[in-house]
């Protein structure tokens, strides 16, 4: 059975204070890794798809890796409105599975 | 890009009624509809998959009598939670795709309350 696992469960950070959430994975085929955001109430929203080991992608202060086991979403000097829930999901030949998520909370 | 809507946003409802939820893609044809539920503090689990005109086919767990899944336009696929319970109070969220799990796009999800 697919295995996503994220770390930490909640971040606490300071404006301007970069970090990196963790997302690993077990997955039979995986076809591709995703990145949402999610915030209070709120469905996902798509941020980012790598699909093979060495891969990056940015969006502004977003930057997600992927090694064959796990994946990183670095946050680099992050601001409050970057505060949101960061999930995680790998898909396999026809679903997502959602790791539970990283709780960002960015104070000015 | 693409919207996808639900309806209502929030419901409550008493224990032993039935409740339909809404999903309508907004701006494309969503070929497959993926409909998710979501506990607090826990990940989205893939509740089951419906295509357009066809039997929607559920997870491992999922009661298919209970959860009632209808899809059957392109624009439009519905959720139906019969005979509600607390338990069943949750986040309901559904995706629409053109066909593939790849690209889903999400819809604001839907609060359901069962007292």
């Known amino acids: 059975e697919d295995q996503v696992t994220q770390s930490p469960e909640a971040l606490r950070l300071q404006e301007g204070e970069s970090s990196s959430l963790n997302c690993s994975y077990t997955?039979?085929?995986?076809?591709?890794l995703f990145w949402y955001r999610q915030d209070p109430g709120k469905g996902p929203e798509f941020l980012f798809t790598?699909?093979?080991a060495g891969e990056e992608k940015e969006k502004e202060r977003l930057k997600a890796t992927l090694t064959k086991k796990e994946s990183f979403l670095h946050i680099t000097a992050p601001k409050p409105e970057d505060s949101a829930t960061y999930l995680c999901?790998?898909?396999?030949?026809?679903?997502?599975?959602f790791g539970a998520g990283t709780t960002v909370t960015v104070r000015a | 890009g693409a919207v996808v809507s639900q309806h209502p946003s929030w419901v409550i409802c008493k224990s032993g009624t039935s409740v339909k939820i809404e999903c309508r893609s907004l701006?494309?044809?969503?070929?497959?509809m993926f409909w998710y539920r979501q506990f607090p503090k826990q990940s989205l689990m893939l509740m089951a998959t419906?295509?357009?005109?066809?039997?929607?086919?559920?997870e491992q767990g999922v009661e298919k009598d209970k959860f009632l899944i209808n899809h059957a336009s392109l624009t439009l696929s519905t959720l139906t939670v019969t005979s509600a319970h607390p338990e069943d109070s949750s986040f309901y969220i559904c995706?629409?795709?053109?066909?593939?799990?790849?690209?889903?796009?999400f819809g604001p999800g839907t609060r359901l309350t069962v007292t």
């Open positions: 999901a790998v898909l396999n030949d026809y679903k997502l599975s």
């Open positions: 997955v039979s085929g995986l076809r591709g």
């Open positions: 790598l699909y093979s």
């Open positions: 701006d494309f044809q969503a070929t497959t």
């Open positions: 419906s295509n357009e005109g066809s039997k929607a086919t559920y």
């Open positions: 995706s629409g795709s053109g066909g593939t799990a790849y690209e889903q796009y």
